[in-house]
Nanobody, 115 residues
């Protein structure tokens, strides 16, 4: 069974930075795309950034130029470097990992940006 575990969330002031990590383990197959999503209170979950196994990336317009997604295939780990954080970035951040068995989600990590 594939397990996905996020870490690195916390409380930061506006303009600050945080780095999220997400590790996928237990897969018999290669982990293909990995992505970060977020869900703010009362809102739907939305895509933040996604990265393929070959490191092609895609970002939400709201985070372009501020967030950077990267990965380490040997460790099945994806990172999200978040700079110039804004209060509207406050949300629970979820990681997912895609394998031949489907899409696997983590439990989420809270990011809170104070103004």
């Amino acid at each position: 069974q594939v397990q996905v575990v996020e870490s690195g969330g916390g409380l930061v002031q506006a303009g600050g930075s945080l780095r999220l990590s997400c590790a996928a383990s237990g897969s018999r197959f290669n982990i293909n795309a990995m992505g970060w999503y977020r869900q703010a209170p009362g809102k739907q979950r939305e895509l933040v950034a996604v990265i393929t196994r070959s490191s092609s990336t895609n970002y939400a317009d709201s985070v372009k130029g501020r967030f950077t997604i990267s990965r380490d295939n040997a460790k099945n780990t994806v990172y999200l470097q978040m700079n110039s954080l804004k209060p509207e970035d406050t949300a629970v951040y979820y990681c997912n990992a895609e394998s031949l068995l489907g899409l696997h989600w983590g439990q989420g990590t809270q990011v809170t940006v104070s103004s």
